[in-house]
């Protein structure tokens, strides 16, 4: 089973040459029902004409003793498969609505109940960016065209979307020739087409067309499969052909499953068999869908447009929080130490650059900065450029492409629990990764778009003396780095910025971090890029592993401690400046107080 991560950081390498395969699952959080819950739908109708009993008199499907009494019923008339069989949707669905025109109605009704959910905005983000190209679906609802549709509404997509349903379905063998992306095809149909197939002989009469377009797709694209149990013989077939082809699937197969839940056999076979032809194959275990996709936007939103990005974020679900009240004298204090420090004064205002259409993307911002090694923290955002820094350094850095003077922008989302991963939030956690490093020995790297401090004990040997006594476990100080298999590996702590009960908090995360032996870069990512792992960086992830392991309790309260330490000296509390200018322009200031979050129960 491949971790959440381990995938992360392949899609991230990959992401351009990887195609989706979406089932119901995907649709799940759009209000749409699963195959699942289909099945059990069916299958209570048919108990309720085998035992003449009325729906309104039949208990809830989510209570295992009715689903154990139906099934026990239905097997007994020894017309239906088995419990878990890949053939239960088709015969059930035949059952309960034999005519096709039945089954097109129950179709056309579950699907208007739905509405594109976070994972479809997501996609069709990915999408429109060009971050992901070509879409498999067997599901016949509109998710994810109205997600793009509601995108390209606001002028945040490029291309249309080219969508091929059984109708049409030689424009799938067109579309992969000429490379006509974004692409989405309907292997089983649209819900307003005129051919929908969901019994076995539609199933298995999958059209020739649909079937070698998806074979064909399978030798140019890896596969990432999402909501899709692999129930139907028609595109199982059609996958288990194209690994006959020895250039198929060249950038891996990675099949998404729900936590807890096993495969189907056929599916776990088609995994091992690909593994058997040298292919990266493997199941990736989630919580949902929407998570997934998030997770994976997080991973490329520096590339989308500003507009883009503060689109996306206003689907994040909203976050309360609820104060906790001091205790009373009499109660006792069982405390749970949290690893966020109040951050009790912070920047609310910066610079605003108006560079209208004129630069697009944190990289092209960050290219002019590079440019002239100007001291500037700055991100696109809207119709301009908001930043920190020097206004002499602003004007020379971003002069060829401002559209007027600048101005000061005043904050209106960093102090609100929605303010998560806006460019806002961005902006200023990057002010106060830069500030912190301030008194020498840290220098700053990135782990998918979240900044890490990384622990030079070299340079400043005498700012880490209390983080070596608080990370051993015996009277001997323990190391900083050190080498293993030929990597550098550093301690390191990642930084994140929450708003919770009216505060803005700095969340430390102690951590290690390794240098690549070729790169500054994240080894992490440029080992993930090739199929295989060397046995010298497998051998490093382990000793990552076992030197992170016992850090709880005890010792994940001693790693914060130190690293409050580091941050913050002997100090109650200690203001930070990014830059400490002594000119025009914007700075970010910063004081963090000493002592950490705490949580306690209440009786």
């Avoid at 000429?178 to 969901?198: A, F, I, T, W």
């Avoid at 006959?244 to 088609?270: C, E, H, K, M, Y």
Wanted: some cysteine; overall charge negative; charged content about 25%.
């Amino acid at each position: 089973m491949m971790t959440p991560l381990e995938f992360q950081l392949r899609f991230k390498a990959r992401a351009p040459q990887l195609m989706w395969l979406l089932g119901a699952g995907a649709s799940a959080s759009a209000g749409i029902k699963t195959a699942w819950q289909m099945i059990w739908e069916f299958k209570r109708i048919i108990y309720g004409l085998e035992k003449k009993v009325a729906d309104s008199r039949i208990p809830t499907l989510l209570d295992s003793n009715t689903r154990a009494l139906i099934q026990s019923v239905l097997d007994q008339t020894k017309r239906y498969p088995a419990s878990d069989s890949v053939e239960e949707y088709s015969a059930y669905f035949e059952s309960a609505r034999p005519s096709q025109s039945d089954r097109r109605a129950y179709i056309q009704e579950q699907v208007r109940q739905g509405q594109p959910s976070r994972g479809h905005f997501g996609l069709a983000a990915l999408l429109s960016t060009g971050h992901s190209k070509l879409i498999w679906t067997t599901n016949f609802d509109r998710m994810v065209e109205q997600a793009y549709a509601e995108l390209k509404r606001f002028n945040l997509t490029g291309n249309d979307l080219l969508t091929v349903a059984l109708d049409s379905a030689d424009a799938a063998r067109r579309g992969l020739n000429e490379g006509n992306y974004p692409m989405l095809v309907k292997l089983h149909g649209d819900y307003q087409s005129v051919r929908l197939m969901n019994t076995t002989d539609e199933l298995r009469a999958q059209d020739a067309q649909m079937r070698s377009a998806l074979t064909r797709a399978c030798g140019q694209f890896g596969l990432i499969v999402v909501g899709y149990s692999g129930r139907d013989d028609s595109v199982m077939d059609a996958l288990d052909e194209a690994l006959n082809d020895p250039q198929s699937f060249p950038q891996g197969i990675f099949w998404v499953v729900r936590s807890g839940t096993a495969p189907l056999p056929r599916v776990a076979q088609f995994i091992e068999n690909a593994k058997s032809k040298g292919i990266e194959a493997d199941f990736v275990e989630i919580e949902t869908f929407d998570e997934l996709v998030s997770d994976l936007i997080g991973l490329e939103s520096a590339d989308f447009p500003s507009a883009l990005n503060d689109y996306l974020q206003q689907l994040q679900p909203p976050v309360r929080d609820a104060p906790i009240p001091a205790p009373a004298p009499t109660v006792t204090w069982p405390l749970l130490r949290m690893n966020a420090l109040r951050i009790s004064h912070f920047p609310k205002t910066c610079r605003l650059i108006p560079v209208g259409n004129l630069i697009d993307g944190d990289r092209a911002v960050q290219q002019l900065i590079n440019q002239g090694n100007y001291q500037i923290i700055a991100r696109r955002f809207r119709e301009g450029i908001i930043a920190f820094g020097a206004d002499e350094d602003l004007t020379n850095a971003f002069a060829s492409c401002m559209a007027g003077g600048f101005d000061y922008y005043p904050f209106q989302r960093i102090n609100s629990p929605s303010s998560y991963e806006s460019q806002e939030h961005r902006l200023v956690l990057d002010a106060l990764a830069q500030a912190l490093m301030q008194g020498g020995g840290l220098r700053l790297e990135r782990r998918f778009g979240s900044p890490l401090l990384v622990a030079d004990e070299h340079e400043a040997p005498e700012r880490f003396s209390f983080l070596r006594k608080s990370l051993s476990s015996s009277s001997v100080d323990a190391p900083l780095s050190g080498i293993s298999n030929g990597y550098t590996w550093h301690e390191a702590l990642e930084l994140h910025l929450e708003f919770r009960l009216d505060r803005l908090w700095l969340v430390v995360i102690p951590t290690l971090w390794i240098d690549s032996p070729e790169t500054d870069s994240d080894s992490l990512l440029s080992d993930f890029t090739t199929h295989t792992i060397s046995p010298e960086y497998a051998a490093v992830r382990e000793f990552t592993r076992q030197r992170l392991r016992n850090r709880y309790n005890a010792g994940w309260n001693a790693a914060i401690t130190g690293w409050v330490n580091v941050l913050l000296g002997v100090n109650t509390s200690k203001t930070f400046r990014t830059f400490d200018l002594h000119r025009d322009g914007s700075d970010a200031v910063f004081t963090i107080e000493k002592d950490t979050a705490h949580s306690r129960r209440i009786a």
